[in-house]
């Protein structure tokens, strides 16, 4: 399940299970869209981008949903791995380029 | 073969000093960031900056100055440092600000101010 509080929101999955990760971002206006995964020690590493003209887009084993209506986007990961344990973050191109703005960032626990 | 490399990678220092952490990228890439991580793991971008423009987030003190000798390269300078500047600093670079390409992030460089 997922539990917001102090401390950063946690996902715990079992293995072999899909995930959904939830972002809410805050600009109407941003125009590109980006997931990144960060794992212990690490910098962010890319995993998928989406546009605003675009409501959906599939990597490998990842799937970004964008719905701007509600200025929400999701990450799916389909039968999660324990390498997939980390941090996701999303982040929002605003200002056409002027800054990225990342959301506080979702911990993906997998449990075996 | 690194993409993006950050020295050093862990900084511990006292208040009141003057501190660099250097930034390289040999992936031909036009504009170069940092952003500060704090103990929360917010991520926040300080800087974005190519060989036209340097964008500073206005929330940056003055205190932080990026410096760019070359296009592969993008440092940052901090003076007067305060306990306040203890995080985790990234950079990261990306081919097209406006084409919107991914960014590849470096390390990281643990600044830790005593």
């Known amino acids: 399940g997922e539990s917001v509080g102090l401390h950063l929101p946690t996902l715990s999955v079992q293995e072999g299970d899909n995930s959904i990760i939830n972002c809410a971002y805050s600009?109407?206006?941003?125009?590109?869209f980006i997931w990144y995964k960060q794992e212990s020690g690490k910098g962010p590493q890319f995993i998928i981008d989406i546009r605003s003209n675009m409501d959906k887009r599939q990597g490998q084993r990842v799937t970004v949903l964008l719905n701007k209506t509600v200025k929400h986007l999701s990450l799916q990961i389909a039968a999660t791995q324990p390498g997939d344990s980390a941090v996701y973050f999303c982040?929002?191109?605003?200002?056409?380029?002027?800054?990225?703005?990342f959301g506080p960032g979702t911990r993906l626990s997998v449990l075996p | 073969d690194t993409a993006v490399s950050q020295t050093p990678k862990y900084l511990v220092t006292q208040m009141g000093n003057d501190k660099s952490i250097k930034c390289e990228q040999n992936?031909?890439?036009?504009?170069m960031y940092w952003y500060k991580q704090d103990s929360k793991k917010f991520l926040k971008i300080m800087f974005s900056y190519n060989n036209k423009e340097l964008i500073i987030n206005e929330t940056v003190p003055n205190r932080f100055s990026p410096k760019s000798p070359d296009k592969a390269h993008l440092n940052l300078h901090i003076n007067s440092l305060e306990l306040g500047d203890s995080a985790v600093y990234f950079c990261a670079s990306s081919q097209d600000q406006l084409a919107g390409d991914e960014q590849y992030f470096g390390p990281g460089t643990r600044l830790t101010v005593t």
């Open positions: 992936l031909g890439h036009d504009t």
């Open positions: 600009n109407s206006a941003s125009d590109y």
């Open positions: 982040a929002e191109r605003v200002n056409y380029g002027q800054n990225f703005v």
